[in-house]
């Protein structure tokens, strides 16, 4: 048998990559004081996406020649910089820099495998997260659960084992049709995949009832009797009942615990989509918000949002750990053979991914060595600072808020004297496209009923009060 080859062996040998490794957090390290300091850098380097097809082509060299650091120096100037203080953009946070150096370990150990054997400290780090996590949202003992790829992915996990629950009938076995059509109640302010998980598991269109919502885009609690008929009427078999917490586009947080009371009242699962708020629980001062969570059947949580972690880290929760396994319930005998049916240990059992990354580990070192206080103050601070843009923005006379933030999410549009109010959605729509273009600042923009409102989320705990002071007066100079 021939050895390995002399590129491959030089690939894998442990000196280059202590050298590349040194030089490569030197690199990282200047670019995140870069990225957090003076303001010298665009956002996002802006540019149509033509051009960076062309300066990344699939050119690749047959001997290596690829200059590492050089190629990286090149990812790193053309991307979004999370980390810039000016970046109020979507909800995807600045990670801790000490979650990318777990990650790194992820990637060089890959041991997120589905069994046990594949990724024994993952494994326990995983369930030992879940259960701190769902002891702070006040779920039972036997709560339990797992990580997945995202919030799309974990509603859809929750949703399919509400369904196994709930049908009436094996639909995982017997398909979509074997019994009545299904339907789940969501308020009109949740976010769309849960209505994409509903036409993946083939329910079609009425496989989402809608709850209207508030003035203040929160479930209206009276408005769900009439939604449960509205979807009887239509033939439908309610089996579940969503509440956002809180929503995406104006971060509205649902009144749980009237859902819980009509979930329970008409037995219907009780989902808590709290991707994005389900955080709030860190927080002393805000955890009231979720009063109700404590009641749910099941409920997502993105790491990734807002407890400062890399993408992507979803904590699927339920109310009675076991229910996990009704989510994807086919066996895969040459993975999983032990005598116990359901051991918590092979994670794949219970999750849409087979192989996936170390995920807890992250969570896991972030919590260990920064401590837990440093995650409630960041919900804290950035909550509170939504509450005094708002404030700032109420008070200015040519900005108006959608709605008072119940979260670190704000919608406003500025409203300049002599503009007709006709032309204010396009307004919004040109000054976001100026000021993100011009590198300034990072922000979105989301229809609202009343029009088109520019949307910021302060994620980034660097971003200070000053920051959203220039960002008001950017708007203007571009007005
Ligand atoms: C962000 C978000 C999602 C989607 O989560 P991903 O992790 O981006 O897949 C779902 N629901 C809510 C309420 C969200 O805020």
Redesign the pocket.
């Known amino acids: 048998m021939s050895p390995p080859s002399r590129d491959l062996l030089a690939a894998y040998d442990p000196e280059t990559f202590r050298e590349l490794g040194h030089q490569l957090v030197d690199q990282l390290s200047e670019y995140l004081a870069r990225a957090t300091g003076a303001n010298d850098l665009p956002v996002l380097p802006w540019v149509p996406p033509s051009t960076n097809v062309e300066r990344f082509p699939a050119q690749f060299p047959e001997e290596p020649s690829g200059d590492f650091l050089a190629l990286m120096n090149r990812v790193l100037a053309g991307s979004n910089h999370l980390h810039h203080p000016r970046y109020v953009g979507?909800?995807?946070t600045a990670p801790l820099p000490l979650a990318a150096l777990s990650d790194m370990v992820s990637a060089l150990l890959n041991n997120g495998g589905a069994v046990y054997e594949m990724g024994p400290v993952s494994s326990a780090m995983e369930r030992n997260v879940l259960r701190w996590m769902a002891d702070l949202l006040g779920l039972p003992a036997e709560a339990g659960g797992v990580f997945t790829?995202?919030?799309?992915?974990?509603?859809l996990t929750a949703l399919l084992a509400a369904r196994q629950a709930k049908a009436g009938y094996d639909a995982w076995n017997g398909g979509a049709h074997a019994g009545p059509p299904l339907t789940v109640l969501v308020p009109e302010s949740?976010?769309?995949?849960?209505s994409r998980a509903t036409r993946i598991m083939g329910w079609g269109e009425g496989g989402v009832t809608p709850v209207p919502v508030d003035a203040s885009f929160r479930l209206r609690p009276d408005a769900l009797e009439g939604a449960l008929m509205a979807a009887r009427r239509a033939g439908r078999h309610p089996i579940a009942v969503v509440g956002?917490?809180?929503?995406?586009a104006t971060?509205a947080f649902d009144p749980l615990e009237a859902v819980a009371d009509f979930a329970q009242a008409h037995d219907l699962w009780f989902h808590v989509?709290?991707?994005?708020?389900a955080s709030t629980a860190l927080s002393p001062k805000y955890r009231a918000q979720l009063k109700g969570i404590e009641r749910a059947d099941s409920v997502?949580w993105?790491a990734?949002?807002m407890m400062l972690m890399p993408?992507?880290v979803?904590a699927v929760l339920f109310r009675d750990g076991a229910r996990s396994f009704d989510a994807f319930s086919q066996e895969a005998s040459y993975l999983y053979h032990g005598d116990d049916p359901r051991p918590w240990s092979d994670i794949g059992l219970r999750t849409l991914e087979c192989t996936k990354l170390m995920m807890a580990l992250k969570v896991y070192v972030a919590l260990s060595v920064l401590g837990t206080r440093a995650f409630g103050d960041y919900v804290t601070q950035t909550y509170d600072q939504a509450r005094r843009f708002a404030d700032r923005l109420e008070a200015s006379g040519d900005f108006e808020l959608a709605v008072r933030p119940d979260c670190n999410i704000v919608c406003f549009r500025h409203t300049p004297r002599g503009v007709a109010a006709e032309q204010l959605d396009a307004l919004q729509a040109r000054l976001r496209e100026r000021v993100i273009q011009r590198g300034d600042f990072y922000l979105v923009q989301t229809r609202l009923p009343r029009g088109v409102f520019l949307r910021v989320t302060l994620i980034n705990p660097l971003t200070r009060d000053e920051d959203l002071e220039a960002l008001l007066e950017a708007l203007r100079g571009v007005a």
Request: charged share 10%; with cysteine.
């Open positions: 979507h909800q995807v790829s995202g919030g799309s992915a974990g509603n949740a976010h769309y995949c849960v956002s917490a809180g929503s995406t971060g989509d709290g991707a994005h708020g997502v993105d990734h949002k993408a992507l979803t």
